[in-house]
């Protein structure tokens, strides 16, 4: 089983930054890809970046050129470092690893 600890959501103006964490412990051997997905009330949860082991990285077009993921794989843990907020990027963030979900860290942006 692995176990997923978030951290570092919060309330930001528009137009500022966040970096949020995650980082994976338990039956862990090798890990691909990292990612996070977000998701509001009444819709899907949608994905917002993706980094595989090498580091090659995928984002939603919403997020590009505004958010960076990263990752430290002697640490298991990922950061996604968003900038530019929006108000549209309210959402509950969740780091999602090995088919595992972590609990979601809140980020709300006002305007």
């Known amino acids: 089983q692995v176990q997923l600890v978030e951290s570092g959501g919060g309330l930001v103006q528009a137009g500022g930054s966040l970096r949020l964490s995650c980082a994976a412990s338990?039956?862990?051997?090798?890990?691909?890809?990292m990612a996070w997905y977000r998701q509001t009330p009444g819709k899907q949860r949608e994905l917002v970046a993706h980094i595989t082991s090498g580091g090659s990285t995928n984002y939603a077009g919403s997020v590009k050129g505004r958010f960076t993921i990263s990752r430290d794989n002697s640490k298991n843990a990922v950061y996604p470092q968003m900038n530019s907020l929006k108000p549209e990027d309210t959402a509950l963030y969740y780091c999602?690893?090995?088919?595992?979900w972590g609990q979601g860290t809140q980020v709300t942006v006002s305007s």
């Open positions: 338990g039956s862990i051997f090798s890990i691909n890809g």
């Open positions: 999602y690893v090995k088919n595992y």
